[in-house]
T-cell receptor
Framework: GENVEQHPSTLSVQEGDSAVIKCTYS??????FPWYKQELGKGPQLIID?????GEKKDQRIAVTLNKTAKHFSLHITETQPEDSAVYFC????????????FGPGTRLSVLP | GAVVSQHPSRVICKSGTSVKIECRSL??????MFWYRQFPKQSLMLMAT?????????EQGVEKDKFLINHASLTLSTLTVTSAHPEDSSFYIC???????????????FGSGTRLTVV
């Protein structure tokens, strides 16, 4: 089955700097890769996703890149703000719609003012 | 956008009692909903897949008699923690997938979670 690794587990950056979180997956059949942001005491929220037929996707300060050959994908946050502080989870899902997502272990991002 | 509502957000119960958590899809029908458990500073662990009109599918190691799941309608799934013990204290989160667009896999929408404390 799919296995998703995520690094780093914790990340501290100064406000205004960029943050990068990387994930690797094991199942080459996976074709959908969402990123979720979870604030303390709340459920995860989808912030961006990418499908295997594209290499990069951007939404304002957030971007995701995908390298299918190497089986890794990354989340990039530019011009970080204190409200970006949260736990971020990557996930991968196989081609079969009925299969479940596999989540990475999470990255705790702290943006220091 | 798709919204999943989860209640209660926080519950404290005594050991040995049962607690019911509700998960509702507010603006879409969900034939399948998912229940996760999350321990502090850890990732989400899938407990079970709730299927409307049929039995839930439990992940390995999850006691189906302890975590009862009922998906009686296309918009409601419930998780009942029976005979709760302190080790059942955790953050429980449900999720559902809105209908796909052109057959493509889409993202989960998560509820806001339920913090269960068993004393």
């Amino acid at each position: 089955g799919e296995n998703v690794e995520q690094h780093p587990s914790t990340l501290s950056v100064q406000e205004g700097d960029s943050a990068v979180i990387k994930c690797t997956y094991s199942d080459s059949a996976s074709n959908y890769f969402p990123w979720y942001k979870q604030e303390l005491g709340k459920g995860p929220q989808l912030i961006i996703d990418i499908r295997s037929n594209v290499g990069e996707k951007k939404d304002q300060r957030i971007a995701v890149t995908l390298n299918k050959t190497a089986k890794h994908f990354s989340l990039h946050i530019t011009e970080t703000q204190p409200e970006d502080s949260a736990v971020y989870f990557c996930a991968a899902t196989p081609r079969n719609y009925g299969q479940n997502f596999v989540f990475g272990p999470g990255t705790r991002l702290s943006v220091l003012p | 956008g798709a919204v999943v509502s989860q209640h209660p957000s926080r519950v404290i119960c005594k050991s040995g009692t049962s607690v019911k958590i509700e998960c509702r899809s507010l603006d879409f029908q969900a034939t399948t909903m998912f229940w996760y458990r999350q321990f502090p500073k850890q990732s989400l662990m899938l407990m079970a897949t709730s299927n409307e009109g049929s039995k839930a599918t439990y992940e390995q190691g999850v006691e189906k008699d302890k975590f009862l799941i009922n998906h009686a309608s296309l918009t409601l799934s419930t998780l009942t923690v029976t005979s709760a013990h302190p080790e059942d204290s955790s953050f429980y989160i449900c999720s559902a997938r809105p209908p796909t667009i052109r057959g493509l896999v889409g993202g989960y929408t998560f509820g806001s979670g339920t913090r269960l404390t068993v004393v």
